[in-house]
């Protein structure tokens, strides 16, 4: 299954909905697109909706990082929600759990962004 | 992956196989066999090594856990053949070898690269790594397999993939060569 996303936007924070894998090729580059678009319109409160992800590999990973760090040099902040077990997995062995702000509840979420 | 009793995969699938299975019967069914393939440095490469391998996994008994981690394995071994070994050039392939010996799957996958420094690869958990974007592929192959030999040269990068059947709580050593 590749991936596939859709944003919203609740209260200034946009929520992108992804769903399958992120990995080498089409997943990572959507992901990039995604979120390089999204800083390009100056939407830079970004909530990534992960619960739908089933699977990651290393360039997925990278791809997500890469997402996190280009919002904050732009001054903004991108979060991660609803992680599957394996994806919390990964980024618990790659020691990035506590790099990213994971959260597990949309509405919190939302609210937790700098306003 | 769907395979017949040769190990031949339907056409469209994109593999390019050389059959070297050591009889002729349905590959990695039992104990004691050997099916390998010759395949072109593509992204697609990758995709069909992951599902193999998981095909491969599932026919030797792992669990689902287990046959989550060896695809994943294989998948990231894939990757750096076919991007960080052959560079993605047609001319180049990827050897993929499964074996299945009594109590391990061996799963040998060599590119045709200038053969990784593996001196120069950093630690990816140390604090002024965590950011980097790459450089998280061996690492994880490590994690998810029991044993795992690099065996880098001029020719190109050699690398085995080894996990036990019935399960093993090592996770990851690295083998001495």
Redesign the interface.
Known sequence: MTMKSNTRQIDGVTIVDISGRI???EGSIILRDTVRDLISKGNKKILLNLGDVNYI???G???L??A??TVRNQGGELKLLNLTK?VHD?LQ????YT?FDVKDDETSAVKSFTR | MVSDELGRVPDGVGWRISLQLQDREKPVAMSQRRVSFTLDSTLETVNNAEATASNMASEAGFGEDDIMKIAMAVREAAINAVLHGNAYDPRKKVWLEFERTGRDLVITIKDQGKGIDLNAIPDPLAPENLLKTSGRGIFLIRSFMDEVQINPSAAGTEIKLIKHVHGSAAGGKEVSQ
């Open positions: 990995t080498l090729g590999d290393s360039s990973i990278g791809e990082v890469s996190f760090t394996k990964l062995i790659t020691k990035l790099v």
